[in-house]
């Protein structure tokens, strides 16, 4: 005679909840990942786009700030009140 029973392994079957609960981790998780991917691609977009806007012609170069901090250096030469 032949024994039909399955090996045993140790682990006793997995319920329910726990499938359910792997399914919405695994959904989450996903998500999450999507989320990531879609983030960084918008961020290698910008900045190959920063590349691309120096060589651009009529667009000036350097940031915002840059622009703020020349026009102020320039007015305390010149010695005019500053707001």
């Given at each position: 005679m032949t024994d039909q029973r399955a090996p045993r392994t140790g682990f006793p079957p997995e319920h329910e909840l726990h499938?359910?609960?792997?399914?919405?981790?695994?959904?989450?998780?996903?998500v999450l990942a999507a989320f990531v991917a879609l983030v960084f691609g918008l961020t290698i977009v910008k900045i190959t786009n920063?590349?691309?806007?120096?060589?651009?012609?009529?667009?000036?170069?350097?940031?915002?700030?840059?622009?703020?901090?020349?026009?102020?250096?320039a007015t305390a030469r010149t010695g005019a009140a500053t707001g």
């Amino acid at each position: 005679m032949t024994d039909q029973r399955a090996p045993r392994t140790g682990f006793p079957p997995e319920h329910e909840l726990h499938r359910r609960r792997f399914g919405r981790n695994l959904g989450l998780g996903l998500v999450l990942a999507a989320f990531v991917a879609l983030v960084f691609g918008l961020t290698i977009v910008k900045i190959t786009n920063l590349d691309h806007a120096q060589d651009a012609p009529g667009v000036s170069g350097g940031s915002a700030t840059t622009g703020t901090a020349t026009a102020r250096t320039a007015t305390a030469r010149t010695g005019a009140a500053t707001g």
